[in-house]
T-cell receptor
């Protein structure tokens, strides 16, 4: 059973801090890694994807991938209350099937 | 309309009813997906269509029946559902299937089975 594990949270951070969200996966053959943000009652929205080891930055978001350790993380700099949401990690192997984690709930307080 | 749309947004149905969920994508994508999202569980892939052909069927009960008449439209026909089928049903699309293209989700249909 291919799995994607995330801490359900909530992860609480003050406004302006760095939020660090982590995800581990079991399938060593995984190729592509995605972070989705889901506000309460809304559908998932893609915010980052990463394919290669290392860091990928997009604005306040940085995705980090370590294939040897089988983890992927998402850093959110200068966190804002509007970042409060559930963040879903999704992993794709050699098929087009996305395997999702249960998500980490992030709360950014003023 | 842009992106991926779904109707209805909310649906309440009895266990003996028959209803259909509709998804339409306006992105020119070739692959479409149905997912189920239940509380405290990961998103579960139900069906995948690529160029109107079903390519994935993840052991979904036969009371769920998908239909893809063309690459822009996807339906999920529901009949004799169980209360445990109550969930958010999400449609998604991607440029192609079998490639690392990202999937774009519709707003979902919140289904309640009574």
């Amino acid at each position: 059973q291919k799995e994607v594990e995330q801490n359900s949270g909530p992860l609480s951070v003050p406004e302006g801090a760095i939020a660090s969200l982590n995800c581990t996966y079991s399938d060593r053959g995984s190729q592509s890694f995605f972070w989705y943000r889901q506000y309460s009652g809304k559908s998932p929205e893609l915010i980052m994807f990463i394919y290669s080891n290392g860091d990928k930055e997009d604005g306040r978001f940085t995705a980090q991938l370590n294939k040897a350790s089988q983890y992927v993380s998402l850093l959110i700099r200068d966190s804002q209350p509007s970042d409060s949401a559930t963040y879903l990690c999704a992993v794709k192997g050699d098929t087009d099937k996305l395997i999702f984690g249960t998500g980490t709930r992030l709360q950014v307080f003023p | 309309e842009t992106g991926v749309t779904q109707t209805p947004r909310h649906l309440v149905m009895g266990m003996t009813n028959k209803k259909s969920l509709k998804c339409e994508q306006h992105l020119g994508h070739n692959a479409m997906y149905w997912y189920k999202q239940s509380a405290k569980k990961p998103l579960e892939l139900m069906f995948v269509y690529s160029l109107e052909e079903r390519v994935e069927n993840n052991s979904v009960p036969s009371r769920f029946s998908p239909e893809c008449p063309n690459s822009s439209h996807l339906f999920l026909h529901l009949h004799t559902l169980q209360p445990e089928d109550s969930a958010l049903y999400l449609c998604a699309s991607s440029q192609d299937y079998g490639t690392p293209y990202e999937q774009y989700f519709g707003p979902g249909t919140r289904l309640t089975v009574t």
